[in-house]
């Protein structure tokens, strides 16, 4: 009740705890609502702490005012994707039907297995967004976390449950019974998506105990996304997935013709109807590419700081430009306009245009068009 009146806005009716107990049912609120009796929809916490849930979709929040000047209705590379997107782009689509096939067959646990790093935990993020369409599925980046029972704090906290501190059995109880209770109201079993999964590591410390509350009780599965050979590591540490091995699926990497689509599908599906197009040069997709490898967080990152850049130039034409110097750490959409880089009087110099000669070799293209103060 506490959750649900602080998550409302409006004063408890019972006595006010004491102001610790206040601050951590605060932070615990903006995290989870109790899944039976909440409105249902996204649950999120700050992208730092690398934790997010979903239920069904809400209405995405506006586009940052340089966006808007450009015509979209919702902000791009930003935040769950439009179901159009997570149904058709590859490899997000195949990697959701092979894990949708395992789960429905009743694996308990799915280890994917590719990829490394935030580029993999942003992949896996898109994965949690797209099974969320039809259950609640959460998501947890055990490579940003906390080594220190992570793990269970972690999927506790997205549930909405208390994590005892001297009790971890009974947090485990009460998170088995939590996600059993979602079941019952969905009659869809609940899925975490666990990124970063090392075995061993202080990081999946708990990790035997979860999975067995997962195999044992039902109320959950597990998607494990890890290196390759993680099945096996699961199997040599000693952590029971059910009879035999987990299943191991690939999370292949995007690869560079799937980033000329990712951003594609992602500007044409959140500008706003009748808006004058927005083109991507293919100079501009192969730096993306090259600067990116393929990690998903970082497409996204350059991929909205390249509109920035053209609307602050009051361009309609990604370039090879913007993509060289684009952030792919930062994100630029609230950032003061004379803050931003601004376009030489002649592009490229010669060391980009080297580049710019390697990616075009690489995708079968002739050399760049070379003159003095040329521009793309």
């Not at 409006?10 to 039976?36: K, M, N, Q, W």
């Not at 500007?267 to 009748?274: E, G, S, V």
């Amino acid at each position: 009740r506490v959750l649900q009146d602080l998550a409302a806005g409006v004063a408890p009716s019972h006595p006010t705890p004491a102001r610790p107990l206040i601050a951590e049912a605060r932070e615990d609120a903006r995290v989870a609502l109790p899944l039976a009796s909440a409105p249902r929809g996204p649950v999120a916490a700050s992208p730092a702490s690398g934790v997010a849930a979903r239920g069904h979709r809400e209405p995405p929040p506006p586009p940052p005012e340089p966006l808007r000047r450009l015509g979209f209705a919702r902000r791009p590379f930003f935040g769950p994707a439009p179901r159009a997107f997570e149904d058709g782009w590859e490899p997000l689509a195949s990697a959701k039907a092979r894990v949708l096939e395992q789960l429905d067959g009743g694996s308990a646990v799915v280890a994917l297995a590719g990829g490394s790093g935030h580029g993999q935990a942003a992949l896996c993020r898109r994965l949690a967004d797209a099974l969320g369409q039809d259950r609640l599925a959460m998501f947890l980046d055990l490579a940003s976390s906390a080594p220190d029972k992570a793990l269970l704090q972690g999927l506790c906290r997205i549930a909405g449950t208390v994590f005892e501190e001297t009790s971890e059995e009974a947090c485990l109880d009460a998170l088995v019974e939590r996600l059993g209770e979602e079941r019952q109201h969905r009659n869809r079993t609940p899925v975490a998506v666990l990124a970063g999964v090392v075995v061993p590591h202080p990081s999946t410390a708990g990790l035997a105990r979860v999975v067995e509350a997962a195999r044992a009780s039902g109320a959950f599965q597990l998607v494990l996304a890890g290196a390759p050979g993680l099945a096996a590591a699961l199997e040599r540490a000693r952590v029971a997935v059910g009879d035999g091995r987990a299943a191991e699926l690939p999370l292949p990497a995007v690869e560079q013709d799937q980033v000329a689509s990712y951003v594609r599908t992602w500007i044409d599906a959140c500008l706003a109807p009748r808006s004058a197009p927005l083109l991507v040069s293919r100079d501009a997709v192969l730096l993306l590419a090259l600067r990116s490898e393929g990690a998903v967080d970082r497409i996204d990152h350059l991929g909205e700081n390249m509109l920035v850049l053209a609307a602050a130039d009051g361009r309609r034409t990604l370039g090879a430009w913007h993509a060289w110097v684009a952030s792919d750490r930062d994100r630029w959409a609230t950032r003061p306009p004379a803050t931003l880089p601004s376009r030489p009087a002649t592009w490229p110099p010669p060391e980009v245009a080297d580049v710019l000669d390697a990616c075009r070799r690489g995708a079968g293209l002739p050399p760049w068009p070379r003159g003095a103060g040329r521009l793309e």
